[in-house]
Each structure stands twice: as structure tokens, then as C-alpha cells.
């Protein structure tokens, strides 16, 4: 497929935001140690730059789960790829994204947090947004950015494993 790429949202607003976000964590876990979850693979810049604007004890781990495949639209079939390493039993936990727009992901993951973690407080956290693709209600307490229901990469999104490494995010267009 030929396409270009567009900008979309630039480093700067990223980098804004992304503070932002922290300062809302850290009202909401005052006091408190949060474990991140980073969704691998597309989480792990969001993930990385977040935890170093938290002011609050911060543990980290990550889970893969995948409904994507080499596709630009979601399958909608949900596998847990790699299981957290760490017993979060009795812990608050934040699932850090990359991007929501069905849910079917997170509403997955929310599902096995709670019949199978025992965790303390289960919290979610993404960069982006898109709520036009939603198919599933899902509960998403920290939101960086709404986006148009377009296929994003960059700040840890790929296309077919690309682009991950770009500082801001961008629309894949079909040309």
C-alpha cells in the first residue's frame, strides 16, 4: 500500500501533556506507591516519559496483548501475549496504553485485572483516544488526547512495526 504521513499532534503538545497527566496521577495516588502496566509494545515511550514526570513512589511491568496483528484495524480477537513478572495482589494498579478506540483491548484486560490480580485500585491511563471507534463502554480515567478515527503512529505507535520512534504523533494516509 502507498501512503505519506501527516502530522498530527506535535512533540511539544505531547510533552505538555504528558505532565499533565502526571500531575493528575499523582493527586489521585497521593500518599500511595502505583504500579504502571505499560502495554507492550506501543506503551513503552508513552510509558517511559510518564513515569519520569510522576513525584510519587512508581513501580513498573508490562504485559503484552495484542489485537492488531500487521493490520491498521483492530481484530477485535484479544490474546495475552506476556503476563505481568510482578504479584500485584493488594496493589494499585494504572494500565498504561498506547491508544483505545474499540476497548475490546482494555475491556479485556480490565476483566482479567479484576477476577485475577486481586489488585487494590485498578486505574487507566492513555495517550490517545479515539471514541468514534468504540464498540465496548470502558472506563478510561486518564486521557491525553481525543483523536480522529484515523490510523495514528509515532510516540510508540507503529504501522506494521514502523515509526514507533517518531517524537509526535501522525496519520498514515492512503494514497
Avoid at 14 to 23: M, N, Q, T
Avoid at 79 to 105: A, P, Y
Wanted: aromatic share 8%.
Amino acid at each position: 500500500m502507498k501512503y505519506r504521513i501527516e502530522n498530527l499532534i506535535d512533540k511539544e503538545a505531547v510533552e505538555k501533556r504528558i505532565k499533565e497527566l502526571a500531575r493528575e496521577i499523582e493527586k489521585d495516588y497521593a500518599g500511595e506507591e502505583v504500579y504502571c502496566i505499560g502495554l507492550l509494545k506501543g506503551s513503552v515511550i508513552f510509558l517511559s516519559d510518564l513515569v519520569k514526570e510522576i513525584n510519587i513512589p512508581v513501580i513498573i511491568d508490562f504485559m503484552s496483548v495484542s489485537s492488531y496483528g500487521s493490520e491498521t484495524v483492530s481484530s477485535g480477537d484479544v490474546k495475552i501475549l506476556k503476563d505481568t513478572d510482578l504479584d500485584l495482589r493488594g496493589k494499585h494498579v494504572l494500565i498504561v496504553e498506547d491508544i483505545i478506540d474499540t476497548g475490546l483491548t482494555l475491556e479485556h484486560v480490565i476483566k482479567y485485572f479484576k477476577e485475577g490480580k486481586g489488585v487494590k485500585s485498578l486505574r487507566t491511563c492513555t495517550l490517545l483516544n479515539k471514541p468514534e471507534r468504540r464498540k465496548v463502554n470502558v472506563k478510561v480515567d486518564y486521557i491525553g488526547f481525543d483523536v480522529p478515527d484515523k490510523f495514528v503512529i509515532g510516540y510508540g505507535l507503529d504501522y506494521d512495526q514502523r515509526y514507533r520512534n517518531l517524537p509526535y504523533i501522525a496519520v498514515v494516509i492512503p494514497e
